[in-house]
């Protein structure tokens, strides 16, 4: 059986150039990790979690269209650019392209 999948995934590192604090940068990161899962997203902080100004956040989402993933990807890129913090890099990426799984047994 052929199944089409695409998994689209954003990463971002971030510079919060306000915050005095780790407690500081946890408000952000929360907020933007909650709007990022309303949308779909599973999402992780990555990198070192002990600078108080950086942070590096990787989000994963997995559509049946590639059309799907890309328009969510837009949306994302959209609310990671904020004037709350600096954006220092951005990647996006589509994984995924017509990969035949094994065959799954009919139930």
């Keep these: 059986m052929k199944i089409d999948y695409f998994i689209g995934t954003i990463r971002a590192e971030l510079f919060f150039r306000g915050c005095r604090t780790l407690k500081d940068r946890r408000g952000h990161l929360r907020s933007l990790k909650d709007r990022l899962s309303n949308m779909g997203f599973?999402?992780?902080?990555?990198?070192?979690?002990?600078?108080?100004?950086?942070?590096?956040?990787?989000?994963?989402?997995?559509?049946?269209?590639?059309?799907?993933?890309?328009?969510?990807?837009?949306?994302?890129?959209?609310?990671?650019?904020?004037?709350?913090?600096?954006?220092?890099?951005?990647e996006k990426d589509i994984l995924g392209d017509n990969e035949v799984l094994p065959d799954w047994e009919q139930i």
């Design 42 to 90: 599973s999402v992780a902080q990555v990198g070192p979690t002990n600078l108080i100004q950086r942070a590096w956040l990787t989000a994963v989402f997995v559509s049946g269209t590639e059309a799907g993933v890309k328009r969510v990807l837009d949306k994302a890129e959209k609310l990671i650019y904020n004037p709350e913090w600096e954006l220092i890099a951005l």
